[in-house]
Nanobody, 118 residues
Framework: QVQLLESGGGLVQPGGSLRLSCVAS????????MGWYRQAPGQQRELVASMVSDGTTDYADSVKDRFIVSRDNAKNTVYLQMSSLKPEDTAVYYC????????????WGQGTQVSVSS
């Protein structure tokens, strides 16, 4: 079982920056993949960025060169550094994790709101 707790959301002006954090706890030895999804009102949840335990990353095209995902495996924590934020980045951001590469079970955090507005 894995519990995920996000923090760091808030209101920021266009062009600003925010850093999200997600700490995983529970009974596991290692998390294969940790990452971030987001869901805007009326839209489907979409991948923002993820990182495998070996450091391999994946980004949505819309956030490449603006967002950076990182992990501290010793702390079971994943971060999302968001820069040059745009109004279209406004969404609820969810932390996501899977235990193994073959696991179909996704664990989710409760979500944190990110609002980009002047």
């Amino acid at each position: 079982q894995v519990q995920l707790l996000e923090s760091g959301g808030g209101l920021v002006q266009p062009g600003g920056s925010l850093r999200l954090s997600c700490v995983a706890s529970g009974t596991f030895l290692r998390l294969y993949i940790m990452g971030w999804y987001r869901q805007a009102p009326g839209q489907q949840r979409e991948l923002v960025a993820s990182m495998v335990s070996d450091g391999t990353t994946d980004y949505a095209d819309s956030v490449k060169d603006r967002f950076i995902v990182s992990r501290d495996n010793a702390k079971n924590t994943v971060y999302l550094q968001m820069s040059s934020l745009k109004p279209e980045d406004t969404a609820v951001y969810y932390c996501n994790a899977r235990l193994t590469s073959s696991s179909s079970r996704n664990y989710w955090g409760q979500g944190t709101q990110v609002s980009v507005s002047s």
